[in-house]
């Protein structure tokens, strides 16, 4: 079936590095959604993103999507500890508009 | 606040009780969702519920029953759960249009533990 990989899985930066997460799907997508999960929290809608090429910033994140609408990314420039928690990305499938969710993405600022 | 309730925050049962969990959308919405997060699948889809049906059930176990009587209410019965089914259980809103699902709202989520 249809799947959105997502890597890396972990990500150790030290703060004021960048981070990037991607997303990957086997099909084309009608959009795609970003969430954040903050540790002992609950996931956090951020942005969705719906035109081919598209890219849409959000102070220091920049959400990015493919051409063919089958990848997506998410950059953090100059990464501070409110950072820190899961990112999702989750892929609308055109065929029956379920949202396939990656696996995430955990950002880990190293002390 | 993100205006989607759940209840209760934390529950532990026996494997041979029964129990259930609430959740309760103030937004509007006409789709709710339950999802569990575990360390071994960290945002698993259980159930979709669009206009009260269910739309959705990916080959979940039937000792988890979803019900919802309205668009605003959502329950998950629970009964001879396994301790391998002790994760946080999340419960999520949102609007269905013409196009699909629009963003997703989650709850608090219930953290479960199964003895």
């Known amino acids: 079936g249809q799947q959105v990989m997502q890597i890396p899985q972990y990500q150790h930066v030290q703060e004021g590095e960048d981070f990037t997460t991607y997303c990957n799907s086997s099909?084309?997508?009608?959009?795609i959604q970003w969430y954040k999960q903050r540790p002992g929290g609950h996931p956090v809608f951020l942005i969705q993103?719906?035109?081919s090429g598209e890219v849409k910033k959000q102070k220091r994140l920049t959400f990015q999507f493919g051409e063919a609408k089958k990848n997506s990314s998410l950059h953090i420039t100059a990464t501070q500890t409110t950072d820190v928690g899961t990112y999702f990305c989750?892929?609308?499938?055109?065929?029956?508009?379920?949202?396939?969710w990656g696996a995430g993405t955990k950002l880990i600022i190293k002390p | 606040e993100t205006g989607v309730t759940q209840t209760p925050r934390h529950l532990v049962m026996g494997m041979t009780n029964k129990k259930s969990l609430k959740c309760e959308q103030h937004l509007g919405h006409n789709a709710m969702y339950w999802y569990k997060q575990s360390a071994k699948k960290p945002l698993e889809l259980m159930f979709v519920y669009n206009f009260k049906e269910q739309t959705e059930n990916n080959s979940v176990p039937s000792r988890f029953s979803p019900e919802c009587p309205n668009s605003s209410h959502l329950f998950l019965h629970l009964h001879t759960l396994q301790p391998e089914d002790s994760a946080l259980y999340l419960c999520?809103?949102?609007?269905?249009?013409?196009?699909?699902?629009?963003?997703?709202?989650f709850g608090p989520g219930t953290r479960l533990t199964v003895t």
């Open positions: 999520a809103s949102s609007h269905v249009g013409t196009g699909g699902p629009y963003e997703q709202y």
């Open positions: 099909t084309t997508l009608s959009n």
């Open positions: 993103l719906v035109k």
């Open positions: 989750a892929g609308l499938r055109d065929s029956n508009y379920q949202l396939i």
